[in-house]
């Protein structure tokens, strides 16, 4: 009868679904990109995590040529199948340790290029696979991790736009007003301070995912379908097939030369393609100081002897901005204080998006428009994710490195966000909050404990996070605590 009396209420019934419909679109689009720069802020110092989850690996300041080629032929021979690649990690500041990669797998050796244990950093990889394709097939994810990046520009652009005062009130705070205000200060100022690294971040971002659209679109159209052929100009051809069995490339003398002709460089890596074949070539990728480029490769022929450079630090200008992309984006460019502040902002970064959506949803319940249920899955993002990321670590930790955590990952928040769209009183911030802080003290102090003696950048790790599980329950024992206070001074006042 109401529907007979009043037409027009199945339509605003319609209207009113698709708006929650809306609103749940906005809310994955926000979701997603917290993730992606939660797990950015943590990428910076992939190489101290891996360090962190691995502890008890050989390590090592240098190794010798001689010490690298034998690592080289160790790990061939004891894999015993052929493989295209193989890749040294040569031993840096943030992972002081030789790593040899092939297509077959991963391993650690000592100084002396002897084999030591398997490579098995599951936790920080899941880590960076969620920055980087959030754990979708590789070319789709870094698609989606590029429009993130295209939209956090945006979001920079419309933000300064639509508040015409925010650069006036660019260090006005009132954390101790309403809670809509104080969120509203936090988000405003976090964006005004931070909106030089939001910009640069996001644009970088937006490059590397969708540089690949165009990369991919130009193997369709002039190069059949060949991907490497698309991306030869900027990071260099793959060397002529040639099947014919050769043995292993001499990576000992190509290190030689670079340490007779560029011994102010530092090397990183070491590459060999089309591995113990005719064809097999050399790579040597060394850094250049004071150069945003990740360095650049020097290539040698399958004997050692050195053929030409690349070309990022001298070549074309979009040759050397393209091999600039990286470290900008990432913040290996200037060493430990660059990289803290990279932690700090991009922490902060996840700060505004998780106030922004707050602050919508905040204000809905004001005009009397309530969604106690995206509040819960608003809440379930912002500290059930991280929650998720600790246990999967514990996880790696009892039962070893084998587990597909991507995929436990993303079903226990799944499941947690539909728990919390059903039952929105199970999901409250506060409590998310807490837990979230107890198992960061709880990891730290673990860590500590159980993993054995640790280097100074491992036990960095574990103090902050004891210091962000404070800094997370910190201001809510603080107000409590002036709470306290003023109801024992209102009580003495009465007496």
């Known amino acids: 009868m109401a529907d007979a009396v009043n037409p027009a209420a199945p339509k605003e019934g319609f209207v009113a679904r698709a708006l929650k419909g809306h609103a749940a679109l906005g809310l994955l689009t926000g979701?997603?990109?917290?993730?992606?720069?939660?797990?950015?802020?943590?990428?910076?110092?992939?190489?101290?995590?891996?360090?962190?989850?691995?502890?008890?690996?050989?390590?090592?300041t240098s190794i010798s040529p001689a010490a690298v080629q034998r690592a080289i032929?160790?790990?061939?021979?004891?894999?015993?199948?052929?493989?295209?690649?193989?890749?040294?990690?040569?031993?840096?500041?943030?992972?002081?340790?030789?790593?040899?990669?092939?297509?077959?797998?991963?391993?650690?050796?000592?100084?002396?290029?002897?084999?030591?244990r398997p490579e098995a950093h599951a936790w920080t990889q899941f880590v960076l696979y969620l920055h980087y394709y959030l754990n979708l097939p590789a070319f789709w994810g870094i698609m989606v991790t590029g429009a993130l990046g295209a939209m956090l520009v945006a979001a920079v652009v419309t933000g300064v736009l639509a508040h015409p005062r925010i650069f006036r009130d660019a260090f006005r705070m009132r954390l101790r007003a309403q809670p809509q205000l104080a969120r509203a200060d936090l988000h405003n100022r976090f964006g005004v301070w931070l909106l030089p690294f939001i910009a640069a971040l996001g644009f970088t971002g937006a490059v590397i995912g969708l540089g690949q659209l165009v990369f991919y679109t130009a193997a369709q159209e002039r190069h059949g379908g060949n991907l490497e052929e698309a991306f030869a100009p900027i990071f260099g051809e793959h060397p002529l097939h040639d099947p014919a069995p050769a043995p292993v490339a001499r990576a000992d003398r190509a290190l030689e030369w670079m340490a007779q002709n560029h011994p102010d460089l530092f090397v990183s890596y070491v590459t060999i393609e089309e591995t113990a074949t005719a064809g097999q070539q050399i790579s040597v990728l060394a850094e250049h100081p004071r150069r945003l480029i990740y360095g650049e490769n020097y290539l040698f022929d399958g004997k050692g002897n050195f053929k030409k450079t690349l070309g990022l630090a001298d070549g074309a200008l979009g040759q050397q901005a393209a091999a600039s992309v990286y470290k900008l984006?990432?913040?290996?460019?200037?060493?430990?204080?660059?990289?803290?502040?990279?932690?700090?902002?991009?922490?902060?970064?996840c700060a505004i998006i998780s106030t922004g959506t707050t602050l919508w949803l905040m204000k809905r319940r004001a005009r009397g428009l309530p969604s106690p249920r995206l509040e819960a899955v608003w809440a379930v993002t912002i500290w059930g994710s991280p929650i998720l990321m600790t246990g999967a670590y514990w996880l790696r930790v009892v039962a070893g490195p084998q587990l597909p955590f991507a995929a436990l990952f993303w079903s226990a928040l799944v499941l947690a966000t539909i728990l919390a769209a059903l039952r929105p009183a199970l999901a409250p911030s506060p409590t998310l909050r807490r837990v979230l802080a107890a198992m960061l003290a709880l990891t730290g102090i673990g860590h500590v404990i159980f993993a054995g003696p640790l280097p100074m950048g491992s036990l960095l790790i574990d103090a902050a996070l004891c210091l962000g599980a404070l800094a997370l329950v910190g201001p809510e024992a603080l107000h409590l605590?002036?709470?306290?206070?003023?109801?024992?001074?209102?009580?003495?006042?009465?007496?």
Not at 38 to 58: H, I, N, T
Not at 78 to 91: E, F, I, L, N, S
Not at 481 to 495: K, N
Request: charged share 20%.
């Open 31 to 60: 979701a997603l990109l917290y993730l992606v720069c939660l797990s950015g802020a943590l990428a910076v110092f992939q190489q101290d995590l891996q360090r962190w989850e691995e502890p008890g690996a050989a390590e090592m």
């Open 73 to 116: 032929e160790g790990t061939l021979e004891r894999q015993g199948k052929a493989t295209d690649h193989a890749y040294v990690h040569m031993p840096t500041r943030g992972l002081p340790r030789t790593v040899v990669t092939t297509d077959n797998g991963a391993n650690y050796v000592d100084a002396q290029g002897n084999y030591d």
């Open 329 to 349: 984006h990432f913040g290996t460019y200037g060493g430990i204080p660059v990289e803290l502040a990279y932690l700090v902002f991009g922490l902060a970064l």
């Open 481 to 495: 605590r002036r709470r306290e206070r003023a109801g024992q001074a209102h009580l003495a006042a009465q007496s």
